[in-house]
């Protein structure tokens, strides 16, 4: 198999482990056989440093004829004083929207050796194993903003916007999604007070004739967000709007222990998916060659699967990061203080045990 | 002291609680020489069966002319699939934006001897000890909605408005309230993505040099959704927008481990205030002497305090409370399958202990 790749590697510590991906692609590619062609190009604070802008015209495009994104991590201190649409997370939102990935898949699960990192109790955490489906090119995010002067100062208004037919998709691949898994799909909205969500459950309804395996649940954001933490490992599939979806994947990656070491995909209809670690840019450590890069190596096995249908290979992947945890390696921010390894290091040892 | 409170029982366990509340405050009456009278008044479902809608005028006109409004919850799935408004949850808010109550005061704190109940790790929730405000009257919940047919199916909308005099009163009020704590405020946004979370920012930055005493931190929901899990101790005063308040704050709630007794106060500029425990209407043990009041006689304490001006008094009903737990009495939903008291019994210990 011949796919080309195209590697955003972003600000702070994107660059360092979108580095260590491509090793470990190339690796993969060795060992089964593939050709990975890679393209750099740039988004975020580094694009605004070099273009004035966070997503060039020229990375659009390589994006656009691309089999799948890599990206490494956006933003940064540096260029939190800039105005809304020229921010570095503007450019990410624009590349979603271009790239037209409305479904956001976060796995939440816990890797055992780590499970103790978490704040919450072992017996809590144990086992969980979830996968949140948020959608990513809707709602409050691309709605109508406006700011104008009004009677009382300022009037500020953003507007959470979905049409019937950008609710059914992302539903039908969260229905799709847990008839895979183990059946149990949770839908989280807020009908009591959003006529978004009212429509949402409404269509929620509607499909589920259609899926008579999946067992549907309607559970309300505020709920939701405790039963993350009264009992985590009740979830199979989440499916939500964007903004609820921003929200309690973080509070849900959290919750793990294992946060540093989650990935995403994001996918749409046919075009190229955007393959990212959940973790941000953390600029504190950026250039230290601290960094941990195996959330990047998950999402990494994300693209395998989703992008390029190479499950073993995926396999391959994830049973290497595990096997590496396993006998103890570790990066400084899950050392707990211990020995650790550099990003390169731990790249290696990952490449080794595939 | 001569005060008349609107007493709203509301729905499921609403009535129990607050038949409870009510015999609490008349022995706070007795012992410190006040007089309290009750008025009642129908919310939520009961009012829809009784008259049809969820805030019926002659409640709107006994709270407005009340001192203080005590609510027990409302909702139920008996409603559920009534049109949004005629829901008993918008009864709950008309009432609110009609008494003008724009702040959400919710305590977080952990009762000692029920932290081991908390699904975190007994050193991650021991001290816990932050108030959530959150904006109660703007936002998601109270912009326009629009349900219209569009060419791909359904469009719909809410919007998430704000003037800069809603935002500036509720900064200022937790501003306040941080000064009269540990001096250390946290604004939740979403400033990388919504406009409205950018004018709040703003003004909260523009407020900040008037409160000298108070340290302001700016964190992004997603990130506040984690740090809550992370550390819930670092937190003194946290002050959101309504949507981001409903689902932090019952997040927050779950971490204690203590849910099922925590209060809330909403106050307004002036008028009376409105006070319940943040749990809900609990239909499945309602009716049947299950219910904890606990949440609702430590609503009843803030009414003291915040309503009335009576710290002293306040302050005795909280002390019994805790002396109550600290003494091993417990309901069923605390009990840990051990010995439980019903309602009335934990009522009648919590009013011995006074
Ligand atoms: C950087 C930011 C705009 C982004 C989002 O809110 O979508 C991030 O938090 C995420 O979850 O990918
Ligand atoms: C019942 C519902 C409308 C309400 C809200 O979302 O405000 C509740 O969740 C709360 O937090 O008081």
């Not at 790749?5 to 060795?30: F, H, N, S, Y």
């Not at 816990?110 to 194993?129: F, I, M, N, Q, R």
């Not at 995926?314 to 707990?336: F, K, Y």
Request: net charge negative; charged share 25%; with cysteine.
């Amino acid at each position: 198999m011949e796919k080309t790749i195209v590697v955003l590697p972003g600000d702070g510590i994107g660059p360092e482990v979108t580095r260590e991906a491509v090793r470990l692609l190339e690796t993969v590619g060795e060992r089964f056989g593939h050709t990975f062609h890679f393209a750099y190009a740039k988004l975020g604070g580094v694009a605004i440093d070099e273009t004035g802008t966070p997503l060039p015209e020229e990375t659009l495009k390589a994006c656009l004829e691309s089999d799948a994104v890599l990206l490494g991590a956006v933003g940064g201190p540096k260029w939190d004083r800039l105005p809304g649409p020229q921010r570095p997370e503007a450019g990410l939102l624009a590349l979603r929207k271009a790239l037209g990935v409305f479904a956001n898949l976060r796995p939440i699960t816990v890797y055992p050796p780590l499970a103790s990192a978490s704040t919450l109790k072992p017996e809590v955490v144990d086992g969980v194993d979830f996968v949140i489906v948020r959608e990513l090119t809707g709602g409050l995010y691309f709605g109508p903003k406006e700011r104008r002067k009004g009677d009382h100062g300022i009037e500020v208004s953003d507007t959470l916007v979905y049409s019937e037919q950008e609710i059914e998709r992302i539903l039908r691949l969260a229905f799709e999604l847990a008839r895979q898994r183990r059946g149990h799909l949770t839908s989280v909205d807020k009908a009591n007070v959003l006529e978004s969500s009212r429509v949402w459950r409404e269509i929620a309804e509607r499909l589920a004739p259609e899926y008579p395996d999946v067992q549907l649940t309607h559970l309300l954001v505020d709920n939701a967000a405790m039963q993350l933490v009264k009992n985590p490992r009740q979830f199979d599939v989440i499916v939500t709007e964007n903004m609820f979806g921003d929200i309690l994947s973080d509070e849900a990656a959290m919750i793990t222990g294992s946060i540093g070491l989650l990935p995403s995909a994001s996918l749409g209809s046919g075009g190229p998916g955007l393959y990212e670690p959940i973790h941000g840019s953390a600029p504190d450590i950026a250039g230290k060659g601290l960094a941990n890069p195996l959330a990047t190596f998950a999402s990494v096995a994300m693209m395998l699967d989703y992008g390029f249908g190479l499950g073993a290979e995926a396999e391959a992947v994830r049973q290497a990061i595990a096997r590496t945890l396993a006998e103890g390696w570790r990066t400084a921010d899950i050392a707990a203080g211990g020995p650790a390894l550099s990003t390169e290091q731990m790249g290696e040892t990952v490449r080794n045990a595939l």
